[in-house]
């Protein structure tokens, strides 16, 4: 194209005449550079107002310089074009008036003559290029979040190191003219006037978003001054003004506080609608939410079938700013709910009496009635499967109405129970009474010559101080032990309505204590079934759903209903106890048949293909190493005895206490006293189970150097198939006396097992025990370290007073319960013998919360020994499932530890120590074989080294700085000992003990 095209456009002060230069127009004078900004202005409002007539100019002018005309455009002539494509031609104009492509002349033509909108002609020579004028102006254009303008609000605009006002137009431009700088920033400083244009816009969400342009800043309104905002000349530029979102987050409960609204359909109303369901937490939250005023609504069902309640529930909402992090609490209706507090393993079998143990526990419902009250209290009692039905049932509501009287301070509640009205196996007698007693908080001063009731009465001013529980010091003990608590329902009597229920049998847990058991099996005796709960439901609904009478049956609905409405959960059980220490090491279950005293030699009754190796002599030479090793001065030893419950209490009596005396016998070395019991009370099985053992255990050794061959077979009470294996015994062990070290006659091969062959065990036992120890410091010399409780009876028999299983079940057979326990008192802790001698049933040895039991793990195979650690992490914790990895000698294993932290190894023969790596990577060196004496250097590092304290075992002495870091790192986790970092009488004895247990 040669020449120029022009076009005709009503200006704001006349008609203008365009002229289109394809390469480009002269450079503009100053009156050239208004007219185009007058131009330009023209065009883009007639443009983004949808003027038919600017519009075709406008397409026009853009075919013509070589700008594509889209399609759609041309399709379009009038206010149908759209808003975003007006607005993309509005901007290339600008571009095309900015390059100078477009020249402007006034015209004064009559406004009433028509004027072509185009004509071509020639184009004039160039004229020379002009002086750039030093003025410029900007284009502001401010709209709401969807595009619309915002007209008519005051702007101000800080450039040319001023203030320049300005108003936005109809098309919400800001349009300054004739200033300098090239950039600027610009403000809208009248709030009132930006709330009257945007508010009536923003009382609901509007569909629709601005176009995307270049030179846009987009900011919240939020009831301040916009800006300052930096803009550009000559180019558009916009201003986006959005409300300010913000959040819903909100927090339902009850309007108690208690219960969360978890799960529960809402809606909500407003300037946006919203619905949903809470969270588990009674939560729901809403982002980028439009401001306004809104309503939230949920409904909340109560009850079932013809009770059904449905109620439904309003509230408004506020939008909350967009980084607030904690809900609004929004308290709403009430909900039928309950607190739990449980009462676990605090009951004996048949008693309702509850045991000392609860009582720091018990503490803690002072915390629930003060958060609860006013409220109604529902007790549930329950009882194991191991009575009948009907019999559970009344014991399941004693226990409920007990527990009640004992939260209540009711003395005469409790006295009851000891009425002759109570059956046997239910009535509280001296048990009870020597449980309260010892339970006194100043119970330790009592003198050791002083009988405890006797104590009692003098101590609590009760007369006559006689020794015997007579009523009134009964009541006095009763009421003294309810005080212990701390926490008596007496204070909130108006306030706390207690009811007692009973559920038998009919609803025992699972194992893990948090399930009700589907399939419960009968006639177990369990203590996790023998439990109180109490559920505190709120007044305004009260228990609900209402008990079914006193009792609740197998299937009833109400019991987990009442469990389901429980909100919080609170476990009462025994905790860590504070009382006196007692170490003790069991000779356990199978190692006594019923009707025996026999202490047999392996730790379970094997049949023809299975053995365990000499576990009992193991047992006695881990009593005696730790009797040597625990230095603490003036430790002292009682065995005790027990059995279960299959016999009269006076036969068990005896035959508790010939178990204990023959365990001592293998403890002290008294062949004499072993043969002579054993003699008395054994059967067929015991000394069959003996010839099974040694045939297996010494299958290394030939006949003549301490081997026998003499399997009786099959292990029984059949004496006659016995008989030839007893006499190859008897044979055999004439050869190997020498082997054995045995100085007794020989026997005479008869079959006969009589005293004299009942001593030829004892020795082929204390062979076995002396090849257990070694030959230093000797198995003598260690006997003689031991120190007695009383060393003129040194055993105690508790008959089946203090059974493992079935407390207080009479004909229970049970191989836990024929037991044999050998007892370390430290000095100052020893209990009152002659007490325990007088009333082994009332002993204080075994009352719940009197000793801290601590027992002693053995090596269990002597003859194939093992190694046995239990992993304890930095908090002294056990680690089970700790992943490991053992070096012994040439082998390697790796493994897992069990669910207490132990790993058990064999130890290859010839083995002196070990390399042990534990999942964090961490290393322990061990040592094995016969230690140092722990009192000395050597010895104290060994122990060291194993318990993963000290990574070297050079005997460099007690100034090794890295001996007394290990020295003081062990006594630190120790509470009795003080850090000193000195090997002293004390550490070397709670070093030894730990190294044992």
């Known amino acids: 194209m040669v020449g ?13 005449l365009l002229r289109a230069h394809r390469f480009g127009a002269p450079i503009p004078d100053a009156e050239q550079a208004a007219l ?32 594509p005309v889209d399609a759609l455009f041309t399709a379009f002539a009038d206010r149908a074009l759209a808003e975003r494509q007006r607005q993309t031609l509005g901007r290339i104009l600008a571009q095309l008036f900015e390059s100078g492509k477009i020249s402007v002349e006034r015209v004064l033509a009559d406004p009433f003559t028509e004027l072509p909108l185009e004509r071509e002609v020639e184009l004039p020579p160039l004229p020379p290029p ?13 709209v709401d979040e969807i595009g619309q303008a915002v007209a008519g609000v005051p ?23 004739g200033v300098k700088d090239s950039t600027a920033r610009i403000s809208v400083v009248e709030v009132e006037a930006l709330e009257n244009v945007l508010e009536p816009r923003w009382t609901k969400r509007r569909p629709g978003a601005p176009p995307k342009e270049a030179n846009t800043t987009t900011l919240e309104f939020r009831g301040a001054p916009v800006g300052p905002v930096g803009v550009k000349a000559v180019v558009p530029n916009r201003i986006v003004l959005e409300p300010p979102l913000g959040r819903l987050f909100v927090e339902l409960l009850d309007k108690t506080g208690r219960v969360r609204h978890a799960n529960r359909d809402y809606t909500i109303t407003g300037p946006e609608e919203f619905s949903g369901t809470t969270d588990e937490n009674g939560q729901l939250v809403h982002e980028r939410v439009f401001p306004g005023n809104y309503e939230l609504s949920f409904t909340v069902e109560s009850f079932e079938g013809a009770d059904k309640q449905v109620d439904e529930f309003r509230t408004p909402l506020v939008v909350l700013a967009p980084d607030r992090s904690e809900p609004e609490r929004r308290l709403l209706g009430a909900v039928p709910q309950c607190v739990l507090a449980r009462l676990h393993s605090f009951f004996n079998t048949n008693k309702t009496f509850l045991l000392p143990p609860a009582l720091p526990e018990m503490r803690a419902l002072r915390r629930i009635y003060l958060n609860r009250a006013p409220c109604e209290l529902l007790v549930v009692g329950h009882a194991d499967t191991a009575g009948s039905s009907a019999y559970n049932d009344q014991l399941s509501l004693e226990r409920a109405e007990a527990t009640i009287a004992f939260l209540k301070d009711d003395v005469e509640g409790w006295f009851k129970f000891y009425g002759d009205g109570i059956e046997d196996k239910k009535r509280w007698g001296k048990v009870e009474d020597s449980l309260m007693i010892t339970a006194m908080p100043d119970f330790r001063t009592k003198p050791a010559t002083e009988d405890p009731v006797s104590w009692f009465q ?39 309505n207690a009811t007692a229920h009973g559920c038998g049998e009919h609803f025992p847990l699972e194992e893990t204590q948090q399930a009700v058991e589907e399939a419960p099996a009968d006639g177990e005796s369990d203590p996790i079934d023998r439990r109180v709960e109490l559920f505190f439901f709120d007044p305004e609904f009260g228990i609900v759903p209402k008990p079914p009478g006193k009792n609740s049956k197998a299937g009833s609905k109400e019991y987990p209903a009442w469990r389901e409405a429980a909100i919080e959960t609170v476990d009462l059980a025994a905790g860590d106890l504070d009382g006196l220490n007692l170490t003790f090491l069991e000779f356990d279950d199978a190692r006594f048949r019923t009707n025996s ?39 002292k030893l009682l065995i005790a005895g027990h059995t279960d419950t299959t016999a009269s209490e006076g036969f068990n009596q005896a035959l508790s206490e010939e178990r204990a005396q023959c365990v001592l016998a293998c403890v002290v070395g008294d062949r004499e006293s072993f043969q002579s019991l054993c003699d008395a009370r054994h059967t067929v099985s015991d000394y069959k189970q003996i010839l099974s053992w040694l045939t297996k255990a010494f299958s290394d050794r030939a006949v003549g150097d301490g081997g026998f061959d003499c399997d009786p077979g099959p292990i029984n009470d059949n004496e006659a198939s016995g008989t030839s294996a007893v006499k190859r015994f008897q044979e055999q062990y004439n050869l190997n006396k020498a082997a054995l070290g045995a100085s007794a006659p020989d026997l005479a091969v008869d079959g006969d097992v009589g005293p004299l062959t009942w001593g030829a065990f004892f020795d ?46 009479d004909n229970f057979r049970s191989q836990a319960n024929r037991r044999v326990e050998a007892l370390f008192f430290e000095p100052g802790e020893e209990p009152d013998i002659a007490a325990e001698r007088e009333d082994p049933a009332a002993s204080e040895l075994y009352l719940p919360g009197k000793y801290v039991r601590n027992k002693l793990s053995s090596q269990t195979n002597p003859r194939e020994p093992v190694l046995k650690l239990q992993l304890l992490d930095a908090r002294r914790k056990p680690m089970p499932g700790a992943s490991y990895a053992l070096k012994l000698g040439d082998t390697e294993v790796t493994g897992v530890a069990d669910e207490d932290g132990f790993l058990v190894e064999r130890v290859p023969e010839g083995a002196e120590g070990g390399i042990l790596t ?11 074989g016969r230690l140092d004496d722990a009192g000395t250097p050597k010895g104290a590092q060994e122990r060291l080294s194993n318990l993963g304290l000290l990574h070297h075992t050079a005997a460099t002495g007690n100034d090794d700085d890295d001996f007394r870091l290990a020295l003081s790192g062990a006594q630190s986790s120790i509470d009795s000992l003080d850090v000193t970092g000195q090997l002293d009488a004390e550490t070397q004895g709670e070093l030894a003990r730990q190294h044992l247990s």
Not at 919 to 924: D, K, L, R
Request: charged share 30%; hydrophobic share 40%.
């Open 4 to 16: 120029e095209v022009e076009f005709v456009l009503r200006g704001v002060s006349g008609v203008l």
């Open 36 to 67: 185009r900004r007058e131009a330009a202005f023209a065009l883009q409002t007639g443009v983004e107002w949808g003027d038919p007539d600017v519009l075709r100019v406008a397409l026009s002018l853009q075919g013509v310089l070589d700008h």
């Open 130 to 142: 002009r002086r750039e004028t030093s003025t410029t102006f900007y284009d502001v254009r401010i």
């Open 155 to 177: 702007a101000e605009y800080r450039v040319d190191g001023g203030l320049r006002d300005v108003t936005t137009n109809a098309a919400g431009v800001a349009l300054l003219e």
């Open 458 to 496: 003098r101590t609590r001013g009760v007369t006559p101080i006689d020794g015997k529980c007579g009523k009134d010091t009964r009541r006095a003990l009763i009421a003294a032990y309810m005080a212990l608590d701390g926490a008596s329902l007496s204070e909130f009597d108006v306030e706390i």
């Open 597 to 635: 005293c026999v202490v047999l030699p392996e730790g379970e009754r094997p049949d023809a293909k299975e053995h365990k190796a000499l576990a009992s002599t193991s047992l006695v030479a881990t009593l005696l190493r730790f009797n040597e090793e625990q230095l603490e001065p003036g430790q």
């Open 764 to 809: 082929v036992y204390e062979f076995a025990l002396r090849e257990e120890l070694g030959d230093e410091p000797g198995l003598e010399a260690l006997r003689e370290q031991l120190v007695f409780l009383d060393d003129e009876n040194r055993t105690l028999g508790y008959g089946e007073h203090h059974p493992i299983d079935g407390l207080g079940e």
């Open 918 to 928: 534990v999942q964090e990577g961490s290393t322990v060196n061990l040592v094995f």
